[in-house]
């Protein structure tokens, strides 16, 4: 977070999101929350690391979990786990369900394969909020009202049919029941439509590049405040 004293608008640092080039941080009995998108809802889980292969990563959840045991192979997969005060978060894929019973144990693919890992400053949740993108593409000013598929302190994901590609920068609006927000955010990454995935429209990944401080203590006030409720 800024130093910043008041509602100035405020540049968010570069460093808050710094690549690694190893999975060996994930250790046997790291604490992980996995998350994907099913029947068009985001659903999460959280396990335990049980095993570190040369080509898969291995996760064992307490409980028998429906929703997991629905999985199959090529599922895109989250899985996050604390570091200190930062966590490491990476995009990795669904393998197979270990052994006979589906909904407990299972297995993703290394997560290097995909790509490098990340450290983020900032925690993020999957939450559905209301939010208003405008954009000045090829001389024209665009705009839509959509939907996230996440958001953190740092930056958002979206649902949106607007033609945007990496490097554009647009302006958000977000508006929920418990806080509102604007920033200005260049697009980092466009996942394109896969109905199969649970993904009707695509989704737009951003990172806050202008924000008001009061704007973004709201945003991380309402991320904890959702993730306490939901435990």
């Given at each position: 977070?800024s130093?910043?004293?008041?509602?100035?608008?405020?540049?968010?640092?570069?460093?808050?999101?710094?690549?690694?080039?190893?999975?060996?941080?994930?250790?046997?009995h790291?604490?992980?929350?996995?998350?994907?998108?099913?029947?068009?809802?985001?659903?999460?889980?959280?396990?335990?690391?049980?095993?570190?292969?040369?080509?898969?990563?291995?996760?064992?959840?307490?409980d028998?979990?429906?929703?997991?045991?629905?999985?199959?192979?090529?599922?895109?997969?989250?899985?996050?786990?604390?570091?200190?005060?930062?966590?490491?978060?990476?995009d990795?894929?669904?393998?197979?369900?270990?052994?006979?019973?589906?909904?407990?144990?299972?297995?993703?693919?290394?997560?290097?394969?995909?790509r490098?890992?990340?450290l983020?400053?900032?925690?993020?949740?999957?939450?559905?909020?209301?939010v208003?993108?405008?954009?000045?593409?090829?001389?024209?000013?665009?705009?839509?009202?959509?939907?996230?598929?996440?958001?953190?302190?740092?930056g958002?994901?979206?649902?949106?049919?607007?033609?945007l590609?990496?490097?554009?920068?647009?302006?958000?609006?977000?508006?929920?029941g418990?806080?509102?927000?604007?920033?200005?955010?260049?697009?980092?990454?466009?996942?394109?439509?896969?109905?199969?995935?649970?993904?009707?429209?695509?989704?737009?990944?951003?990172q806050?590049?202008?924000?008001?401080?009061?704007?973004?203590?709201?945003?991380?006030?309402?991320?904890?405040?959702?993730?306490?409720?939901?435990?």
């Amino acid at each position: 977070m800024s130093n910043s004293i008041g509602d100035q608008a405020l540049p968010v640092a570069a460093s808050d999101t710094t690549d690694q080039d190893t999975v060996d941080d994930f250790r046997l009995h790291d604490e992980v929350r996995v998350g994907t998108r099913l029947d068009g809802h985001n659903i999460s889980f959280r396990g335990t690391v049980i095993g570190v292969q040369d080509l898969e990563l291995w996760v064992g959840l307490a409980d028998v979990d429906e929703q997991l045991a629905r999985l199959e192979p090529g599922q895109p997969l989250n899985v996050a786990t604390p570091r200190g005060t930062r966590a490491l978060v990476v995009d990795t894929t669904f393998t197979r369900h270990i052994g006979s019973r589906r909904g407990r144990l299972f297995a993703t693919t290394r997560p290097g394969e995909v790509r490098a890992t990340q450290l983020r400053a900032y925690i993020r949740l999957e939450a559905a909020i209301a939010v208003k993108i405008t954009v000045y593409l090829r001389g024209r000013l665009l705009s839509e009202v959509a939907r996230t598929v996440d958001i953190s302190a740092g930056g958002t994901c979206f649902e949106s049919r607007l033609p945007l590609t990496p490097g554009d920068r647009l302006t958000l609006q977000l508006r929920d029941g418990l806080f509102s927000a604007s920033a200005d955010a260049d697009v980092v990454r466009v996942d394109a439509a896969d109905p199969a995935l649970g993904r009707p429209v695509p989704w737009i990944a951003v990172q806050f590049v202008s924000i008001v401080e009061s704007d973004q203590d709201g945003i991380t006030r309402y991320i904890y405040s959702e993730a306490r409720r939901r435990l």
